[in-house]
């Protein structure tokens, strides 16, 4: 009697979206080409630039444009 048949786990490749098994050698991408690229994208700062507003001297910057003045500014 057969063990519960796993079907082969597949991902897709972060750098091209191909599909990747798990069993593969360069899992989770697709080839080494790839892992390079991924590799590359974070060396030369990519992701980084993607996502500036989690950097805290830019929360901090935002917090103090907009901390001032909420609504209701009118005098009555
Ligand atoms: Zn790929």
Not at 19 to 47: M, Q
Request: proline share 7%; charged share 30%.
């Amino acid at each position: 009697m057969p063990a519960k048949k796993k079907s082969a786990k597949v991902l897709r490749c972060p750098t091209c979206g191909g599909l990747v098994r798990a069993k593969d050698e360069d899992f989770p991408f697709c080839s080494d080409r790839c892992r390079k690229i991924d590799l590359g994208k974070w060396a030369t700062g990519v992701y980084k630039i993607s996502s500036p507003v989690l950097d805290p001297e830019v929360l901090e910057d935002l917090g103090g444009l907009t901390g001032g003045h909420s609504q209701g500014s009118n005098d009555e």
